[in-house]
């Protein structure tokens, strides 16, 4: 079946360490988004790749990097540099048609959780 | 400064009933709106779309409006069912492409049987 895979599901993390969110899609969609979601809020856009081996900061990158080795798969790493990075992570991806925003298929998130 | 706003927090429906979702947006740049639905822990699904050259899509039970002048698009769900208890995301972008997705906070349905 073809969707969007991350990995997983919840993850606890130490503060000070790095993590890496894993976002996987046999969709075969240009574009990937990560997003962040915290309570009472909508989604916020971290990062988002249109292309392979390109990639672009969205509203709250500052903590993140990604990286787009592979047109299926688009990492995420939570640095200990993000001064809250508690909350709910979300990858998307969408088909790329007529220069257009088209709707996006999102995994289920991890919720990673930060002490 | 939120772009696109869903001043609706909650709202519960009884089963058989039309629910109505509202979402507001100040960037008339905005072009085409979306709508997801959102179980908990779980991603967003997509729902429905308009383009901002029509004033209303339909698919089954659910219709979204726009209307343009004011800045305003509505979802209607008729008739509601439990299983359509969820949050509810608005979202606009604005011609390029992909990363201008803007979402509300969404609104909370709660179906009543």
């Known amino acids: 079946d073809g969707g969007i895979t991350q990995s997983p599901k919840y993850l606890f993390r130490k503060e000070g360490q790095n993590v890496t969110l894993s976002c996987e899609q046999n969709?075969?969609?240009?574009?990937m988004y990560w997003y962040r979601q915290d309570p009472g809020q909508g989604l916020r856009l971290i990062y988002y790749s249109q292309i392979v081996n390109d990639f672009q900061k969205g509203d709250i990158a500052e903590g993140y990097s990604v990286s787009r080795e592979k047109k299926e798969s688009f990492p995420l790493t939570v640095t200990s540099a993000q001064k809250n990075p508690t909350a709910f992570y979300l990858c998307?991806?969408?088909?790329?048609?007529?220069?257009?925003?088209?709707?996006?298929?999102f995994g289920p998130g991890t919720r990673l959780t930060v002490t | 400064d939120q772009q696109v706003k869903q001043n609706s927090p909650s709202l519960s429906v009884q089963e058989g009933r039309i629910s109505i979702l509202n979402c507001d947006y100040t960037?008339?740049?905005?072009?085409?709106f979306l709508w997801y639905k959102k179980y908990p822990a779980e991603g967003p699904t997509f729902l429905i779309s308009i383009s901002s050259i029509k004033d209303k899509n339909e698919d089954g039970r659910f219709t979204v409006f726009l209307n343009k002048s004011a800045k305003h698009l509505s979802l209607h769900i008729v008739p509601s069912q439990p299983g359509d208890s969820a949050v509810y995301f608005c979202a606009a972008s604005a011609g390029n492409y992909g990363q201008n997705f803007v979402f509300g906070p969404g609104t909370r349905l709660s179906v009543l049987p």
């Open positions: 998307a991806s969408s088909p790329h048609r007529d220069n257009r925003p088209y709707e996006q298929y």
């Open positions: 969709l075969n969609h240009d574009a």
């Open positions: 960037n008339s740049m905005f072009d085409y």
